[in-house]
Each structure stands twice: as C-alpha cells, then as structure tokens.
C-alpha cells in the first residue's frame, strides 16, 4: 500500500498592532504549512517578521497569505477590485513576505489567497488568471493553494505554477464541491472528532460528507485549520494526531520542481 501523505495549514500571523488575534504559538507545533498575513487584511510588518521567524523555528513551511485591504471586514467582506488591481495586491504582500523570508535565511514555499479574495478567484477567472500571473512573476516555483477544480487551480496550471488542492475539515460542503457560506447553521464545524474523521476520509478515501447528507469526491493535498478558532491549538493538535494514528504522514509539498 502506498503511504498517504498530506498538509496542514495553518491562516497565521493575523494580529495587528495592539490587536491579538489566534494562538499562533500554541498552533505552529502541529501544521505542516504556515499561511502568514500580509498586512492588507490582518498582519503588520512585525508580525510578519517573527510569524516568519516562529515557523522556521519549528521547521513549518512558510506561505504567504495575501488579502483584499480591508482590516475592518478582516479581508471576508466582497469587494469590487479589477485583475490590475488584483495583480498588483499580490505582488505587493506576497514580494513583502518574500523579503522577510530572504532576511531570515529561508524562503516562501507557497501562496494561499485570503477569505473573500480566495473566494471570489476560485469562482472568477477574471480575477483568477492575474493572482496566478502575480505569483508566477515573483517566484515561479511557489505553489498556489486554493480549491480543487476551481478557476484558481485553472489559472495556476495555465502559468505553470504548481497547484495544492486544498480541503477544510472544520467547514461544511455543499454537493457542488463550495463552501457552505459562513454564516450558515452548520457551516463550521465545532466538534473536532468530527473534524479529525472527516480529515481522515479526505486523505485516505479522497471523499467529505455534504451538508445535505450525500457524499462528495474530493481530491485534496492539504487540509487547512482556521487560525481564529477559540481552540485553534487543540483543533490543530487534534487534527495531527487524528491523522497520524489513521496512518497519514502530515508533510508540507515541496517547493520547486
């Protein structure tokens, strides 16, 4: 049998100035991938830097997380922004993590857009096709995450970037392979037992339960955890060890080809 393999990830560094936000440290010892704010929609330069300086520590690929600008909405609110402007959001976060990862000796492994940025490209590829294009031109070697089969992974593969098929445990599905809306009786789930099985049917069966009771083929490469969780740590650590004895090897994808 062949071994299974798969990422966690982690939304992290989202505190801003004198406002805490998530257990990052409790959080870092049980992802295998770090998504780290830009400063648009969470995040401030500091704690960019020693979010970057926390995940090398423990050996935690670092991603960079950028987000519509918009502090206010925490980046989950729709805005209306063109490709140019979309293009140049990207390029400037992620070329601003880039740099702290260069002074801290390490470099990106990847790029995760955030909330209603995520959104919206997965559905768009107007929007789409610009973010990859960003990505690709400041690194070509970085991987993109976002939802499988969706117009991001269509853009990514169409720069020829590398493409993380991402899924969520602690999120419900409707049968079309989206995300519940948050919001949504039932849209998040609580329960981490119930989390840690349906992480374990995605990596091992690649198949997620819908929040009408059927059932949904879903190939996945990572799974993420949301950061802002009241129990982000436990979550998380629940989630690896659920893995980890179902036999599933908890590993970042590799940079680069």
Do not use: W
Request: some cysteine; aromatic content about 6%; overall charge negative.
């Amino acid at each position: 049998m062949q071994p299974i393999t798969i990422d966690l990830n982690c939304d992290l560094g989202e505190s801003f100035g004198a406002y805490r936000m998530g257990d990052d440290a409790g959080v870092l010892p049980y992802v295998s991938s770090a998504n780290v704010a830009c400063g648009a929609h969470a995040g401030d330069p500091s704690v960019m830097r020693r979010t970057v300086a926390a995940a090398l520590e423990h050996g935690v690929a670092i991603g960079a997380h950028p987000g519509l600008p918009d502090l206010a909405g925490f980046g989950r609110r729709d805005i209306r922004i063109s490709p140019q402007e979309a293009y140049d959001l990207v390029i400037y976060q992620v070329g601003a993590l880039a740099a702290f990862a260069t002074a801290a000796g390490t470099a990106l492994n990847h790029v995760k857009p955030h909330g209603a940025l995520y959104n919206m490209a997965c559905a768009d590829p107007a929007l789409a096709e610009p973010i990859a294009r960003a990505v690709r031109d400041v690194d070509a070697r970085l991987i993109l995450f976002g939802l499988p089969g969706s117009e991001l992974q269509r853009a990514a593969e169409g720069a020829g970037l590398r493409f993380a098929r991402e899924a969520f445990a602690d999120r419900a599905y409707t049968s079309h392979g989206s995300l519940v809306p948050r919001g949504t009786p039932g849209a998040v789930v609580e329960d981490p037992d119930e989390a840690v099985r349906r992480a374990l049917l995605i990596a091992t069966e690649r198949r997620v339960g819908t929040a009408h009771g059927g059932e949904l083929r879903l190939e996945a490469d990572t799974v993420c955890v949301h950061g802002d969780r009241a129990d982000a740590a436990s979550f998380a650590r629940a989630l690896r060890e659920g893995l980890e004895r179902g036999g599933v090897t908890v590993a970042a994808p590799n940079r680069g080809r």
